[in-house]
Nanobody, 126 residues
């Protein structure tokens, strides 16, 4: 069992930066694939970024590539999402998620992730 708690969201002007954190509790977290997803009002939850348990394999949605960076600290059981050059279209509720490594081939699919946090709101003003 893994529990995830996101933090770090807030209101920021376009062009600004935010760093989201996801604190995990539970055994074996360092072996999970972790991902960030987001959901804007009236839209489906979409993939943002993911990192495989080895921490050397990351993936990003085209819309955030070059602006967002996912990282993890296994010793602290924490996953981060550094978001730079934020745009108004990045406004959404951001979720942290964890997938069992053998179920994470489709790392961009919400259905691959077994554990979810409650979300943290990011609002970018233009």
């Amino acid at each position: 069992q893994v529990q995830l708690v996101e933090s770090g969201g807030g209101l920021v002007q376009a062009g600004g930066s935010l760093r989201l954190s996801c604190a995990a509790s539970g055994r074996g977290f360092s072996t999970y694939t972790v991902g960030w997803f987001r959901q804007a009002p009236g839209k489906e939850r979409e993939f943002v970024a993911s990192m495989a348990w080895r921490s050397d394999s990351t993936s990003y949605a085209d819309s955030v590539k070059g602006r967002f960076t996912i990282s993890r600290d296994n010793a602290e059981n924490t996953v981060f999402l550094q978001m730079n050059s934020l745009k108004s279209e990045d406004t959404a509720l951001y979720y942290c998620a964890a997938a069992l490594p053998w179920e994470a081939d489709l790392y961009y699919d919400v259905r691959s992730y077994k554990y979810w946090g409650q979300g943290t709101q990011v609002t970018v003003s233009s």
